[in-house]
């Protein structure tokens, strides 16, 4: 499990590694992909350091298993949630009949409009059970889930990606296919 340190450096890199690798000087790869000796060594923030120990147990242990290392473990990503432009060239697949999303009140009347959109993201975020889509929701308050008719969108060509961790994604819901 994750204890109160590791889960502060967590979020450290998932803010990196996710939205702002520039700010300890680090250069991801079009598929956002960071070196691990060189995250190691600039990783410097708010008096913490970091080694390759914990970096792996991290990688074994986050709680939303959020980040992935390559086979050889010389490189590491975040596995989704990115804001910055990265390829992670996912590969496409069949969703489940239904997704879900969480979200709160005082979005519904944009989503009801103009769908779920990516806002700062590159992908629309959606879960495979309500109970994860209640945890996503209660981040911004008293979540409100919505039924996804992913099987639909899918047979009308709508493309579903599934992240190394489990999150599906795609480019927009268009708000028909969304129950409120
Ligand atoms: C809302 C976390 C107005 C949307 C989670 C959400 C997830 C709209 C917010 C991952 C809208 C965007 C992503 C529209 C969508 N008008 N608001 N048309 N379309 N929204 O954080 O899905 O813990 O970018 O409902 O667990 O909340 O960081 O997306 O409330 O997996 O690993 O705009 O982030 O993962 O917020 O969360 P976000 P999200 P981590």
Redesign the pocket.
Known sequence: MENKITKGISKLL?YIL?HSPETIGLELDENGWADVNELIAKFDLYDRRIDFEQLDYIVENND?K?FAFNDNKTKIRAS??HSIAVELNLNQAEPLVYLY????EK?LS??K?????????RH??L?ADKE?AN???G??GKAVILTINSGEMHRAGYKFYLSANN?WLTDVVPAEYITF
């Open positions: 998932s996710r939303k959020r989704q949630g999303h969480g979200t709160v979005f944009d989503i409009s103009q769908g779920l959109q990516k806002m700062s993201r629309v975020h879960s994860t945890k996503v929701g981040r911004r999150v």
